[in-house]
């Protein structure tokens, strides 16, 4: 399962076609829907599942792959506006929004967020960051490499 930074998520969504004035939007919604994950959810709006990053619902061939996920949301989007995730109408995804960060390029998108051999370690091809010991926390990084201002983990600031 990949992990997205809040760049990388902004670059998927502009190389998949979405507008890039809406991508800072579209990468907070992403991390208030999944944590930047791909991954199926259970129990969405409706007692539906989520798929992807954007937990697009009904799931739809191809959903856990980053790009086409992407992809699918770019579609959802251009057909049913923002209002489309709840996140979004319900507020969530202000926590998240940073409209200062820039977008991963495509082939920093592509070479990101590897699954290293190490149980629980993430490494990103900016640098590294392994939550070993940490089995099933969640954890927000924020920034990327060099520009990495803080990493959040069940709720408490570790970095």
Not at 56 to 69: E, H, K, V, W, Y
Not at 81 to 99: D, H, I, M, V
Request: aromatic share 8%.
């Amino acid at each position: 399962m990949a992990t997205h930074s809040y760049a990388e998520l902004e670059g998927l969504w502009i190389q998949a076609g979405g507008n890039p004035a809406v991508a800072p939007i579209m990468a907070a919604i992403a991390m208030a829907e999944s944590g930047g994950r791909d991954i199926m959810q259970q129990g969405q709006p409706q007692a539906t599942t989520g798929c992807g990053i954007w937990q697009i619902t009904p799931p739809q061939a191809g959903c856990q792959d980053s790009l086409t996920n992407a992809q699918q949301a770019v579609a959802k989007y251009n057909d049913q506006g923002l209002s489309a995730w709840t996140t979004y109408t319900g507020g969530q995804y202000r926590q998240f929004y940073n409209p200062g960060v820039s977008p991963a390029d495509a082939s920093q998108v592509a070479s990101m967020a590897s699954p290293s051999p190490r149980t629980g370690c993430c490494v990103w091809s900016a640098g590294s960051f392994c939550m070993d010991g940490l089995i099933g926390w969640s954890a927000v990084v924020i920034g990327a490499g060099a520009a990495l201002v803080g990493i959040i983990a069940a709720g408490r600031a570790i970095v």
